[in-house]
């Protein structure tokens, strides 16, 4: 399938994935898990459809994902469980963002670390409808 004639299609439930704000592949390219290159090669998928990522955004835009099993983030140690959860929801914003940024798509990616903290001044977390610079 050509994704300029037939669009972007989940590769777990088969619909369109219609929105970049819905988009796990963007999600995952703008916290650096996926690099520029691929992006026209990497498979896609709905945020949702992909529990193991979605389980870790905290928003209440968002309707939690829960995962039970080995995968689930209740199986993982707290400290990382909350630096996750902070990672993952401060892309997802971005995410949310980026079409009213005007940005060229190599300009999506945060600058993101493991440990970095949603609750710093400035953050995104910290001022709920501020706009990623």
Not at 68 to 82: I, L, N, S, Y
């Amino acid at each position: 399938m050509a994704r300029c004639d037939e669009g972007y299609r989940c590769e777990v439930c088969g619909q369109d994935v219609e929105q970049i704000t819905d988009s796990d592949l963007y999600l995952r390219y703008i916290l650096d898990e996926i690099p520029l290159e691929f992006l026209h090669r990497a498979a896609e998928r709905h945020i949702r459809c992909n529990p193991v990522l979605a389980q870790y955004i905290r928003h209440e835009r968002f309707e939690p994902v829960t995962l039970e099993g080995p995968f689930g983030k209740q199986q993982f140690d707290p400290a990382f469980r909350v630096a996750e959860e902070q990672r993952v929801t401060q892309g997802w914003l971005r995410l949310q963002a980026i079409p009213r940024l005007g940005l060229s798509v190599a300009e999506y990616p945060l600058a993101i670390t493991p440990f970095s903290r949603l609750d710093e001044p400035g953050s995104l977390h910290a001022q709920p409808n501020a706009q990623p610079d």
